[in-house]
T-cell receptor, first 112, second 117 residues
């Protein structure tokens, strides 16, 4: 799986958009980008994933650069409940590679 | 549609005792994963199982730890002769049968917190 680099921490004002970057410069053509988050003491929660196109769901948007070497997770209107550690994971899904390997992630703090 | 169910949520054991943690995957999911999170540390993969098979146990400590996912019933993570260093949160996740569709999303339970006195 490709290595990812994320800033260790970020702050964002409540109600503003939170933009969390992730670098994955060694990503290969068939590797997907996944985002999970872990709110304090809870189990990790899936947010979104994508291959090359930008993706949006009810939780967030995922913007992947054209060269796929980096991506940004966008929480459009951050609330205090979005305070969590956010993990960017890159991997090829499918048989033989099912597990997720978590890095250190970005600790996002939403400021009232 | 219940999510991934883990029990007990909290477990206290004295050194040398055994700890058993149970995980019931989401309905329709046939794959189970166990992760450990030591205090103030990240999530570490331990083991991945399908029904009656251990697929990947590369993250399991070599001694005292074992996992199973029987044909019937929940997956069990068993820790024998617990030591204080085993105190951690143990998370279980499940996923449906994998394919090359890009989904392959893991759903996590709320975790079991083991405290060894």
């Amino acid at each position: 799986d490709a290595k990812t680099t994320q800033p260790p921490s970020m702050d964002c004002a409540e109600g503003r958009a939170a933009n969390l970057p992730c670098n994955h410069s060694t990503i290969s053509g068939n590797e997907y980008v996944y985002w999970y988050r872990q709110i304090h003491s809870q189990g990790p929660q899936y947010i979104i994933h994508g291959l090359k196109n930008n993706e949006t769901n009810e939780m967030a948007s995922l913007i992947i650069t054209e060269d796929r070497k980096s991506s940004t997770l966008i929480l459009p209107h951050a609330t205090l409940r979005d305070t969590a550690v956010y993990y960017c994971i890159v991997r090829v899904p499918g048989p033989g590679n099912e597990k997720l390997t978590f890095g250190t992630g970005t600790r996002l703090t939403i400021i009232p | 549609n219940a999510g991934v169910m883990q029990n007990p949520r909290h477990l206290v054991r004295r050194r040398g005792q055994e700890a058993r943690l149970r995980c019931s995957p989401m309905k329709g999911h046939s794959h189970v994963y166990w992760y450990r999170q030591l205090p103030e540390e990240g999530l570490k993969f331990m083991v991945y199982l399908q029904k009656e098979n251990i697929i990947d146990e590369s993250g399991m400590p070599k001694e005292r730890f074992s996992a199973e996912f029987p044909k019937e019933g929940p997956s069990i993570l068993r820790i024998q002769q617990v030591v204080r260093g085993d105190s951690a949160a143990y998370f279980c996740a499940s996923s449906p049968k994998t394919g090359n569709t890009g989904a392959n999303v893991l759903t996590f339970g709320a975790g079991s917190r083991l405290t060894v006195l």
